[in-house]
């Protein structure tokens, strides 16, 4: 099947050249942060968490989001997300890829990251997070796979697919969970230490990728005879809404806690993060900018997503869908990471800013990612439409 993905139109080999010209660029730039070593980036004995582990947190929750296609698909028999749950899956592969290589790039020397195996821990997080990591990319590619194969050859998957597929259920659940164990299992950072963090990962998860899917399924509307359905957009819509103001209700639910209670690690860092910070005569608010214009593209996203649902609008589905999207890739993809250091343990700013080396590899990171989704749903929709036809 694989070959389908060499046969193209022009714009669809104008996109892979341009995104292979992004990850050529990236490549020269971390060749530089080889020779040189993580100084070439803006991290700092304060920040020692910069847009490499914020961008893997983002993406973990994209690929967590392939289940709000899977679990309705696969457990409760809805038939209307038949044509798009492949499309979650290879989603969840591309970007749990994205994820490895965020991590590899922040380790520096990506040979470090043997010593996770070779050493062994299971009671740190790290351990933990690379069992469910590479677990969930490897279901999601066997299950993907054998899947789509069946379809091509016009039979029934074996049941032991259906099997693994069940257990990537609570495997999809487990990564993000995962994941912000990582940031609340750390009692000197205030801004992570809440219970709810879990679940607020979960509801973002839940609407930005879901968002993403629906996103390039219009795209492919417009640009192949794919069709999505109208049945299962609508219920996309409800899925993203719904989750969207979940996160919303857990956002506020922070800052009722921290300013309510007055407790001032907590407080600080939203204050930091909406407001600016004011320490030694000096004003810190390089964050706030994104994240009002977060919260802005949030409320806006969620109006338009159900105004769009009503309309039966692609135009203002697609919008809604990318000002969401944004709103949480700003939210956990900057401020959650980036401001829980600030202010540090001691009561000391140190604002954080990327190097133009840093956002290089981090473009092309994501130029891969989005270059091996291409392949996979170029291989998924061409089958898909053989079939049919």
Not at 291 to 301: D, F, T, Y
């Amino acid at each position: 099947m694989i070959e389908k993905a060499l046969t193209g139109s022009k714009g669809y080999w104008a996109w892979m050249i341009f995104l292979l010209a992004i990850m050529g660029m990236g490549g020269m730039f971390y060749t530089q942060q080889w020779n040189y070593g993580l100084g070439i980036t803006g991290m700092s004995r304060d920040v020692t968490w910069g847009i490499y582990i914020s961008q893997f947190t983002f993406l973990v929750g994209v690929a967590a989001g392939g289940l709000m296609l899977v679990l309705p698909y696969y457990l409760h028999n809805y038939k209307e997300f038949g044509r798009i749950t492949i499309l979650g899956e290879f989603m969840a592969i591309a970007a749990v890829i994205m994820c490895l290589m965020f991590i590899l790039a922040d380790l520096g020397q990506p040979i470090r990251a043997l010593n996770v195996m070779l050493y062994p821990t299971p009671n740190s997080m790290l351990f933990w997070d690379m069992i469910v990591l590479n677990g969930y990319l490897f279901l999601n590619v066997v299950c993907g796979w054998a899947v789509l194969h069946a379809e091509y050859k016009g039979v029934k998957y074996s049941s032991w697919v259906k099997k693994l597929i069940l257990l990537s259920i609570p495997w999809a659940v487990s990564i993000h969970t995962v994941t912000a164990f990582l940031y609340c299992g750390l009692p000197g950072r205030h801004f992570w230490l809440t219970a709810i963090l879990a679940p607020r990962f979960l509801a973002s998860a839940f609407a930005a990728g879901p968002a993403l899917l629906l996103v390039v399924a219009l795209i492919m509307e417009r640009t192949t005879f794919f069709k999505v359905g109208q049945v299962a957009k609508d219920k996309l819509v409800t899925i993203i809404g719904y989750a969207a103001i979940i996160n919303f209700f857990f956002l506020a639910c922070e800052f009722f806690v921290g300013f309510y209670s007055n407790i001032p690690g907590h407080m600080h860092t939203l204050e930091y993060l909406f407001w600016g910070l004011s320490h030694d005569g000096h004003v810190y608010n390089n964050l706030v900018p994104f994240m009002r214009a977060s919260v802005v593209m949030g409320i806006v996203g969620i109006a338009l997503i159900f105004v769009s649902r009503s309309k039966k609008s692609d135009g203002l589905l697609a919008a809604s869908c990318v000002l969401i999207f944004l709103s949480l890739w700003i939210d956990k993809g900057l401020g959650l990471v980036l401001g829980g250091f600030v202010p540090n343990m001691l009561e000391q700013v140190t604002e954080y800013y990327p190097t133009v080396p840093e956002i290089g590899v981090t473009a092309a990171i994501w130029a891969t990612g989005f270059f091996v989704l291409t392949l996979l749903y170029k291989v998924a929709i061409s089958v898909k439409l053989e079939k049919e036809s």
